[in-house]
């Protein structure tokens, strides 16, 4: 039987997973067993027992802080996931979520490889849905005569809006905009939008 939407499975396996290590009170064990390490990936610290390095990106989606965190990332998630499934599919859908939780810890590591904090969540993963969802819903504002050109700065106006928002997050939450993972954000963002386009040219290669 074929996976009907691969957004309410994801959005209840993490939601459990979560669930199970909060009402454990295990978050802190958590988080540095399956939380994205960056020093770990740069072979600069060993923490026994954990999941292998190269697969805490996908692990640290898993693991939340606290329940407020885990409902935020859950909303944002059905609310845009369904919507891109739609038009994107299934199999899209879930390369878009994965590719973006690799990019999203890649560009973490890229800005702190030494970095010890654990980063954990879904945000990463989901940011990318949302630049997806924002590229297949949003409409380009006519502001040259070239359709193409139009959507070049669409891309770049989301991107840019994006960035400074999770930003302007972290340093309001005197973080200055860096252990709140705002690279990974801005980073998984980016990846659901420069998917979108050839996703979506693939899936209707045929029509």
């Known amino acids: 039987m074929p996976i009907r939407s691969a957004t309410i499975v994801i959005a209840a396996v993490t939601a459990?997973?979560?669930?199970?290590?909060s009402l454990g009170g295990l978050e802190g064990q958590a988080a540095g067993a399956m939380?994205?390490?960056?020093?770990?990936?740069?072979?600069?610290?060993?923490?026994p027992g954990a999941v292998p390095a190269l697969l805490t990106p996908f692990s640290s989606t898993l693991?939340?802080?606290g329940m407020l965190h885990l409902?935020?990332?859950?909303?944002?998630?059905?609310?845009?996931?369904?919507?891109?499934?739609?038009v994107l599919g299934v199999p899209n859908l879930l390369i878009i979520y994965l590719l973006s939780a690799v990019v999203s810890s890649l560009a973490q590591w890229t800005l702190d490889p030494a970095g010890a904090a654990p980063v954990i969540g879904a945000s990463g993963a989901i940011s990318g849905v949302i630049g997806a969802y924002a590229l297949s819903f949003g409409r380009p504002k006519a502001v040259t005569t070239s359709a193409r050109l139009n959507r070049v700065v669409h891309i770049l106006w989301l991107a840019a809006a994006w960035t400074v928002l999770q930003v302007a997050v972290g340093w309001a939450a005197g973080q200055e905009g860096l252990l709140l993972a705002?690279?990974?954000?801005?980073?998984?963002?980016?990846?659901?939008?420069?998917?979108?386009?050839?996703?979506l040219l693939w899936r209707y290669r045929k029509a």
């Open 71 to 86: 409902f935020f990332n859950m909303i944002m998630l059905l609310l845009c996931g369904v919507a891109v499934e739609r």
């Open 63 to 65: 693991v939340h802080g």
């Open 35 to 47: 939380g994205f390490i960056p020093a770990r990936l740069s072979g600069l610290l060993d923490v």
């Open 182 to 199: 705002t690279p990974a954000h801005v980073g998984g963002f980016l990846t659901g939008m420069l998917l979108q386009r050839p996703l």
């Open 16 to 21: 459990l997973v979560s669930l199970i290590i």
